[in-house]
């Protein structure tokens, strides 16, 4: 808290923030940021070797197969989640987890499984977009905004 804030306070207000400080738990900020670099990592490796596989064995092009190995990072994601295993991975991770395109596919499927008892139009269709109906939308809208950069600029004649 902030000294100014902190002399707007009573006596008892003061006090209890030192109360409830020296009882604060101690983040471990060392081992949570070691174990979402572990994580994170670890996701994107898997995502590097399947885009090798891709490359190697489906005859891909560096390019394209980035495509199907972002597809089937999704698809496991997916299905760790339905079998309750991504979340005690995430548990673990913290942001690592999050952060890869992994996370939104676990935002995604927990929704729709939260739920599904409501029925699949109004339960998981109108409820699955609710925690990362934001993400979409500001994804279309910062794709459109930089596609009609790239027109001016291109009707401009600078490219």
């Given amino acids: 808290m902030s000294k100014i804030k902190r002399k707007k306070l009573t006596p008892t207000q003061q006090e209890y923030q030192n109360f409830a400080k020296a009882r604060e738990p101690k983040r471990k900020v060392f081992r949570n940021c070691f174990r979402a670099f572990i994580a994170g990592g670890t996701i994107c490796a898997i995502g590097q070797g399947l885009q090798w596989f891709f490359i190697n064995y489906f005859n891909f092009t ?38 890869p395109v992994t996370g939104f596919a676990n935002t995604m499927a927990s929704a729709a499984i939260e739920h599904r008892s409501e029925g699949y139009v109004l339960g998981v269709g109108g409820n699955m977009f609710k925690l990362s109906g934001s993400v979409i939308v500001y994804g279309v809208f910062s794709a459109f905004v930089v596609a009609l950069i790239k027109i001016t600029i291109k009707w401009l004649g600078v490219m």
Avoid at 69 to 97: E, K, M, N, P, R
């Fill in 62 to 99: 560096e390019k394209t197969a980035g495509n199907p190995a972002t597809a089937v990072l999704i698809i496991i994601s997916v299905l760790l989640t339905g079998f309750g295993v991504y979340d005690h991975i995430a548990q673990w991770a913290g942001g690592g987890t999050i952060v």
